[in-house]
């Protein structure tokens, strides 16, 4: 083979084919280059194998001999570059052209160059296929960025800069979709983009031309350096179809019309394109508007099922598509291919993306991965999803590889299925074949599921049939026997069907369009038949009814409901076991969102998270919206409660983890809402002067007292607040409108007040109690802390400093938290004398039963032995032994200080677990009177409990209050 046969052993492995073109290639290779090149141990052992199977790298090596030995002669072959190698030598390479054709020939030249590069190393199994995506994705990166500038700066020289009528600058944008939008382009694809630029207006130079001219030049010429046909060839064939309004659209449009068609014209087939939506030019400028209109278009705020009738729709297309085009051996649209797969990925992101930040993902491998943390699909499904669309897009990038042709579809000949096979790693096309057959099986089965019907879907569903005439026709007498047999009750069975028919009547039913009843039939016999099947059937639907009524409208809940069989599920048991639930969900029909996911495993709460997803969203808000980050709150605050309710009722978080979880949740709104009434102030009057506090904050704090500073918070509770400030309250603001600091204090805590408790339709955040402060109703809302400190310290009551306990700051500057604090410690640490601190306690305790005398029955909190019982007992222990046990007053939490009395054997070991097992069953009952609407609901044991609290509280209290020991639950 003459001077091939430094290559034999390479040659040795490779098909006869493959080995008959590298023999050609190099024998009419530049002898000087060859020569240099046969010294390089890295090319000796790669090029039989790429030259032989790329037609495409032949093809470069042969026109651009010289590039090739300068890739071999540095490390860019070996590792993979990014956007500021392509940069650096983009710039090198074309920054002197100075006319058009030069620069398309240079440009040309670069782009085969580099791709040669990217696929010597991918057909080498050099690169990851990640790396060959990115490199491919920065390379064309880069091209459009180069390309745009440069042809921008040819028409600034002729035209001057276009201007917008308010004198800016009128930036360009050029927005990619498809691959290259998702930064995982392939090796020889289109690049899909849309145009756009910033306003209206003229140039500024002599020869003027409108904004819209110039950019129609521009557009034009950028599509024309990058994807006409020279005797270079192409840098990249250029897909504007996805734009608005498609081939008859506009090439660039505004900023403006961009965002007027998504808002008002978009089809849901364009959301699944703006998935991969990503700025290549304009990034800087254009993702502060442009960027939210695009992603609020795409990822609407609810849980959005509706989008699967779209996708059937599409499903159907391509079918039609498929048959007619014979696209059975085509890895991206037939049957199983990679655009099944994103497909599947890409609905999951637009059905949750809105709820879900993390999937607002334009890369679909890391999509994969965001649905796999959040375990919205099967672990297995994502693992075969990933597994298949790894291969399809290996396959895809090694097939084009060949010839730098944009196809894929298998080939036919035996050479060509051959020289695929080997790249691919395979010992035999048959291999390979049934290798993407498993893959392509795995997909569509995934794909099938995603889009098939609900009744496709669905398991034969016992009584469907019955409940289909009962929801869509007037019962006969056959049918209400039938009906008559399930409920085992005759008068339920006009109850059930009355139920039926004030739902029909309902407004919402009535008024709403025929798609939307459409849609409603195909859920309510589905509905029924799965309400037949639950204890008191005519109860549950009496619930749910209102339920449905609300979402009648709303087709995105309906469509859920319909379509996922879990969800439905979900409902009818959230609803079943709890009526609070199913109240909360009619009312604000938004919380149907926390219906949909499947809680399966114990959650973990943490503050910084929970306070990251409320500030994240709150920053999408304009500054000056405050009702529309007040209302979010209340969304928020809504959406955590029925979580926490839902983790309750699977028994998924114990009572006090759900107490902690409820606290830290009314912990983050009311240091949002102290943030926003800052603002507000601060705004209208300045700064307070004078004070000690950093330079950032106030000298102000907020302190919980109560359940809220106990971390005891249950659905509904009030929060007890008292507000302090430092520093000198006669001085003044430093605003324009300035008032004295007190005065600013004062209207900050009226302002948080009201911010939490002002009530809209979404309800109020929460009823603010602020009777602990100092002289009750009577004091000042806002206390200076000295004033504050002065009163505790000698004219407090006892049951003053029994609220104390569980006294606690949620916000406040550091010095004045560290005075309270230390405040707070010196007073629970006081020595006392026995005698008077019981009678206080006693008095106190009495007065309470008097006062709630009139409404004892079942009132586990009130009643002699239940939990304010309870309660007063762990308050006494802390004001009689934190003197000599400073660690008792460390805590504002009953069970925390309840293990500090135990380990300290101030309560024996049996006495602890008596008050635990009963603080725990009472505050469990608590729990159920609200979730279950029953305020008689009682507590488990609750007689031997409330007898082992009142042993107790003799022990250690004396005579308990007897003319009440009679009431109890």
């Known amino acids: ?117 990217i696929a010597w190393r991918d057909l080498m199994n050099w690169a990851k296929l990640n790396e060959s995506l990115f490199e491919l994705t920065a390379l064309a990166d880069i091209i459009i960025q180069f390309t745009a500038e440069k042809i921008i700066e040819w028409h600034n020289a002729r035209y001057g800069k276009p201007m917008t009528t308010n004198g800016q600058l009128a930036a360009y944008y050029v927005i990619a979709l498809g691959k290259l939008g998702g930064e995982e382009l392939n090796f020889s694809s289109d690049v899909d983009l849309m145009f756009a630029y910033e306003d209206s207006g003229h140039t500024e130079g002599g020869a003027t031309i409108s904004n819209e ?62 998935v991969k939506a990503r700025f290549v030019v304009g990034k800087n400028v254009g993702e502060d508007s442009l960027a939210a209109v695009l992603q609020a278009f795409t990822y609407r705020k609810y849980v959005d099922y509706s989008v699967i009738e779209s996708l059937r729709e599409v499903k159907a297309l391509l ?20 655009r099944e797969v994103e497909f599947v990925v890409q609905a999951f992101q637009i059905i949750r993306g809105g709820k879900e930040p993390y999937l607002q993902e334009n890369h679909l491998i890391n999509a994969l991965n965001s649905i796999r943390l959040l375990e919205g699909l099967p672990k297995n499904l994502v693992q075969e999803l990933m597994q298949a669309y790894c291969y399809l897009r290996v396959l895809e990038n090694r097939l084009q590889m060949l010839e730098d042709r944009q196809t894929q579809q298998l080939p036919q000949s035996k050479e060509e299925q051959e020289k695929l096979a080997l790249v691919m790693q395979h010992e035999s096309w048959d291999e390979l074949y049934q290798t993407l057959e498993a893959h392509r099986r795995n997909v569509k089965k995934h794909f099938q599921f995603t889009i098939a019907t609900p009744e496709e879907k669905r398991l034969p569903v016992e009584h469907f049939s019955l409940c289909d005439v009962i929801w869509k026709k007037s019962t006969n007498e056959e049918e209400q026997e039938e ?12 109850n059930f069907i009355d139920e039926l028919k004030q739902l029909r009547k309902g407004a919402q039913l009535k008024s709403a369009s025929k798609r939307a009843k459409n849609r409603m039939d195909a859920l309510m016999p589905l509905l029924l038949a799965t309400i037949l099947k639950q204890q008191r059937p005519t109860e549950l639907l009496s619930r749910i009814s209102p339920i449905i009524g609300a979402i009648a409208k709303r087709s995105a ?110 912990m983050i709104i009311v240091q949002q809402v102290y943030r926003l009434a800052v603002s507000h102030l601060i705004n209208r009057h300045g700064r307070p002067s004078g004070e000690s506090a950093p330079s950032q904050s106030l000298d102000f704090a907020i302190i919980a007292y109560g359940k809220f500073g106990a971390q005891e918070l249950t659905y509904e509770s009030d929060l007890d607040l008292v507000f302090l400030h430092g520093g000198n309250g006669t001085l003044m603001t430093d605003g324009h409108n300035p ?17 939490l408790s002002a009530s809209t339709l979404s309800g109020v955040l929460y009823k603010i109690d602020v009777r602990l402060r100092p002289s009750g109703n009577a004091g000042m809302l806002v206390s200076q802390y000295d004033a504050y400190e002065t009163y505790q310290l000698t004219k407090a009551w006892t049951w003053e400093h029994q609220a104390l306990v569980r006294a ?13 604090n230390h405040l707070r410690r010196k007073i629970l640490a006081r020595v006392r004398d026995n005698n008077a601190l019981r009678q206080d306690l006693l008095e106190m305790r009495t007065k309470m039963l008097n006062h709630k005398q009139a409404a004892m029955t ?28 400073p660690q008792l007053a460390e805590s504002t939490n009953n069970l925390l200080i309840l293990e500090c009395l135990v380990k300290e054997q101030l309560l024996s070991a049996t006495e602890g677990e008596q008050i635990s097992r009963a603080y725990h069953s009472f505050h469990d009952a608590l729990h159920q009177q609200t979730l279950q609407h029953d305020s008689y609901y009682k507590s488990e044991n609750w007689a031997q409990n409330s007898a082992n609290i009142l042993k107790i509280w003799e022990k250690f209290l004396g005579e308990s209050p007897t003319h009440l020991s009679d009431a109890s639950p």
């Open 1 to 117: 083979m003459g001077g091939v046969k430094i290559f034999d052993k390479q040659l040795s492995v490779l098909p006869q084919s493959m080995q008959r073109q590298f023999q050609l290639f190099w024998e009419a290779f530049d002898a000087e280059v060859a020569a240099t090149l046969a010294k390089n141990n890295l090319f000796l052992q790669s090029a039989p194998r790429v030259i032989g199977a790329s037609a495409f790298c032949q093809k470069v090596c042969s026109q651009y001999p010289e590039s090739i030995k300068q890739l071999f002669a540095t490390d860019v072959m070996v590792n993979a570059q990014g956007a500021k190698y392509f940069q650096e030598k983009l710039a090198k390479e074309c920054g002197g052209c100075d006319d058009m054709p030069t620069f398309m020939q240079t440009l040309r030249r670069f782009r085969n160059q580099e791709m040669l590069r």
């Open 213 to 274: 001219q110039f950019y129609n030049q521009v557009t034009q010429d950028v599509i024309k350096c990058l994807s006409e046909i020279t005797e270079d060839g192409f840098v990249f064939r250029v897909d504007i179809r996805l734009r608005p309004y498609g081939d008859s659209g506009p090439i660039v449009l505004t900023k403006k019309a961009l965002e007027d068609y998504y808002q008002l014209q978009g089809r849901d087939w364009e959301r699944y394109a703006l």
């Open 319 to 338: 079918d039609r598509e498929t048959k007619r085009l014979r696209l059975q051996d085509n890895i991206k649209r037939g049957p199983g291919g990679i």
């Open 483 to 494: 009906l008559a047999a399930i409920l085992k009750d005759e008068a339920e069975v006009k």
């Open 557 to 666: 809940y309906v469509v859920l409901l319909t379509e996922n069989a879990e969800v439905l599920q979900h409902l009818i048991v959230y609803c079943s076991s709890s009526p609070w639930i199913a109240k909360r969900l009619a009312q604000f029909p938004l919380l149907m969102d926390e219906v949909l996911v499947s809680y399966k495993s114990k959650p973990g709460i943490q503050q910084k998270y929970l306070a990251d997803e409320l500030q994240q969203i709150l920053l999408t808000f304009p500054e000056d919206d405050l009702e529309g980050q007040m209302e979010f709150m209340r969304q928020f605050k809504h959406s955590h409660e029925v979580r926490a309710a839902i983790y309750e009722l699977l028994g998924l978080l114990s009572i006090s983890e759900i107490s902690h979880y409820l606290t830290l949740i009314a």
């Open 739 to 755: 008032i004295s600091n007190g005065e600013f204090y004062i209207r900050l805590g009226q302002r948080i007040i009201h911010l």
């Open 808 to 820: 606690c700051v949620i916000l406040g500057s550091p010095g004045l938290t560290q005075q309270f």
């Open 858 to 885: 079942a009132d586990i909190k009130n009643s002699p032995g239940g939990v304010i019982d309870l309660e007063f007992i762990l308050q006494y222990a802390v004001l009689h032994w934190a003197h000599q046990y």
